[in-house]
């Protein structure tokens, strides 16, 4: 006859079961929060991150300077600007006092202050002729010595310069090309800008012009500078 089985009788607590599985699971699911943190410490200190934060910290530091550049470069050309009109007024300003100052001298010349001067040549101002090598002259006479009085004569140019690498000097004939080879002829009280044209050969590099006026006030010369003549400065200001 086989042996009865013993029976086991317990109890049956299902809050109980339930408490211990949830217990499981909270040990579970706090295991997988501890390595998740874990696995977040490692990737925030592994050199790639480092380097990769102080990348980007270095590209922002750079823009800034680029910036900081860009706005002193346009600093600078702003303070140029206004030197540069600051430097231009004054220019412009020196160049009406010398016109005063040749306005002066031009009718203290006329008036004489008492003083007398016979016939002087006070300016000379050249010009070219676009697409020649023809130049037009024009040249201010004055004289107070005979107040009232016409006198006359004849104005001629002599210029000086440099051609094929020689000295060489164009009479008046050789300027004028043959017309009015006496000289151009002045008739005047006070003062007259006596004008005319000159013909210079290709290749010629002037560097002097000599004034020549010859007649009842006696004769005079006088040189000037290509250049000032040129440029011719003080001329601009002469009453015409």
């Given at each position: 006859?086989a042996?009865i089985?013993?029976?086991v009788?317990?109890r049956?607590?299902?809050?109980r ?9 909270a040990?579970?699911?706090?295991s997988?929060?501890i390595v998740?943190?874990l696995?977040a ?9 480092t ?5 980007a ?9 680029k ?9 600078e050309?702003?303070?140029k ?5 600051v430097?231009q007024?004054l ?18 010349r006329?008036v004489g202050?008492?003083?007398r001067?016979?016939l002087?040549?006070h300016?000379l101002?050249?010009?070219?002729i676009?697409?020649s090598?023809?130049?037009n002259f024009?040249?201010?006479l ?6 009232g009085e016409d006198?006359k ?9 440099v051609?094929?690498?020689k000295?060489?000097?164009l009479d ?6 043959g017309?009015?080879?006496s ?5 005047f009280k006070?003062?007259?800008?006596v004008?005319?044209?000159?013909m210079?050969?290709?290749g ?8 020549r006026?010859?007649?009842?006030g ?5 040189e000037f500078s290509?250049?000032?003549a ?11």
């Open positions: 006859m042996p089985p013993s029976l009788i317990r049956h607590d299902p809050v079961q339930r408490r211990t599985r949830a217990l499981l699971a040990v579970w699911l706090g997988l929060l998740a943190g696995v410490t490692f990737v925030a200190r592994a050199p790639g991150a380097h990769s934060a102080e990348f910290e270095a590209q922002k530091e750079i823009e800034a300077l910036a900081r550049v860009a706005m002193l470069a346009r600093s050309q702003v303070a600007a206004a030197l540069g009109d430097q007024t220019r412009d300003r020196e160049e009406e006092v010398d016109g005063l100052r040749a306005d002066l001298a031009f009718y203290g006329l202050g008492g003083k001067e016979g002087a040549v300016a101002r050249i010009a070219p676009a697409g090598q023809a130049w024009n040249a201010t004055t004289q107070n010595f005979k107040r006198i004569g004849r104005l001629t140019l002599t210029i000086e310069g051609a094929d690498g000295l060489r000097t008046w004939p050789a300027l004028s090309q017309q009015d080879a000289g151009i002829e002045y008739r006070y003062f007259q800008q004008g005319g044209t000159i210079l050969p290709a010629f590099a002037a560097n002097r012009v000599v004034v006026a010859d007649g009842e006696g004769r005079v010369e006088q290509w250049k000032d040129v440029k011719g400065e003080e001329d601009d200001n002469v009453p015409q």
